[in-house]
């Protein structure tokens, strides 16, 4: 009797560990970097001439907010940038 419950248990923790770590995966994967698309590319860009920026490499949203790699300041320094995800204004800079 004790070696079926002890079966049984084990089961049920192994099926309990699974359907937690699946729970945790599943925020993690909704804060994935998501690459700007050319919609939000240009409004990125739109923001970074404002600000005095010439160009970027890349730009992806990640955190909440839209992280932007390598943008050319008017010093001719790259930047790494933080912008707002709704007003697209610049919240963080970074040299790199």
Known sequence: ???????????S???LAFAALL??????AAHAD???????RARIMEALQAA???SFEEA???DGVWEVDDAIGSDGREYDLKLD???F???????D
């Open 89 to 95: 204004e610049i919240i963080e800079v970074e040299e």
């Open 85 to 87: 995800p709704d007003t």
């Open 60 to 62: 992806e949203m990640d």
């Open 13 to 15: 923790c192994g099926t």
């Open 52 to 54: 005095g920026y010439s």
């Open 23 to 28: 729970a945790l995966s599943i925020p993690l």
């Open 1 to 11: 009797m004790t070696d079926r419950w002890t079966r049984s248990a084990c089961l």
């Open 34 to 40: 998501e690459e700007a698309g050319p919609e939000d």
